[in-house]
């Protein structure tokens, strides 16, 4: 009869109580033993597997750097619900905003601008309050306009922060705190989204609003493709890879203006978030 977990358990334990770090049983118990031992020896190989394991896990999420790609931080166990390159970033909300992304149909993203629009609110957690107060949850510049174009996931320690003069171009203060919490859906988690500012995210790293008076990345990123009408945008990660495209059906006339699109382009140049954009606008070449 195999003897339990909780009987070897209980034999380790009185033999060692009798024989200090020794394990001594009587003849009697030979067999028991046996077993115990063999549990042992299975257990650490377990141990062993398993550490093994762990210290896999660190050196494929943890780059010699220190810092974790845009992967990393959305699927490693080891990192869970905190970024440490980015704290403020509400990552249970990123991951909600994402497999929305990744449902949106060719539909969503090729119908009417203003339907589009509204698709990518939805996806992003936020309400359509077109007809909201400015600093009160108004959410019609979002993605309307050069600027406003970083869905962002912030958790409700950093809803609060302000601009303290580190971002360039965007006024002192910023405060975002209480339009947050009116404009985010409650269902994609703890936290609040924001379309904030892309201005200055073609440094490295970036300098905009996400990333330095939030710290925290963006779940998606709006860019305007470089073609002949800048009539296609596509949404990119935190580092910069492709999450979807589109094309809206009533272009270039239903998109915002075209200055405006042009000059979505023109502050993501050169970096790592106009590389999707880049490669679309060359198939056309």
Request: proline share 5%; net charge neutral.
């Amino acid at each position: 009869m195999r003897p339990s977990l909780l009987s070897l358990a209980s034999i380790l334990a009185s033999a060692s109580a009798r024989g200090g770090n020794s394990y001594i049983f009587s003849s009697r118990s030979s067999a028991t033993t046996s077993a115990a031992a063999a549990f042992l020896s299975l257990s650490s190989a377990k141990l062993a597997r398993s550490t093994a394991r762990a210290e896999t896990i660190k050196v494929k999420d943890f780059p010699e750097d220190g810092g974790m790609d845009n992967q990393t931080c959305l699927n490693s166990s080891a990192v869970g619900d905190f970024d440490p390159d980015y704290p403020g970033t509400a990552m249970k909300r990123l991951r909600a905003v994402r497999e929305r992304v990744s449902q949106l149909t060719e539909a969503d993203l090729n119908g009417r601008w203003v339907d589009v629009r509204r698709k990518l609110l939805w996806a992003g957690g936020l309400r359509d309050l077109s007809g909201a107060r400015p600093g009160e949850g108004y959410t019609g510049h979002s993605f309307n306009d050069w600027n406003h174009v970083d869905l962002t996931c912030m958790n409700d320690g950093s809803s609060d922060n302000q601009n303290d003069g580190r971002v360039k171009g965007i006024a002192v203060g910023n405060f975002l705190g209480e339009g947050i919490r009116t404009a985010s859906l409650p269902e994609l988690g703890p936290g609040g989204s924001w379309s904030t500012c892309a201005l200055g995210c073609n440094q490295d790293p970036p300098q905009d609003v996400a990333h330095l008076q939030f710290k925290a990345r963006v779940a998606f990123k709006l860019v305007w493709v470089p073609n002949e009408k800048f009539d296609t945008f596509v949404l990119v990660d935190d580092g910069g890879d492709l999450l979807a495209r589109g094309t809206p059906s009533d272009g270039p006339g239903g998109l915002p203006p075209l200055r405006e699109r042009v000059q979505n382009y023109r502050i993501m140049e050169g970096s790592k978030y106009s590389r999707a954009a880049d490669a679309i606008a060359g198939e056309s070449k």
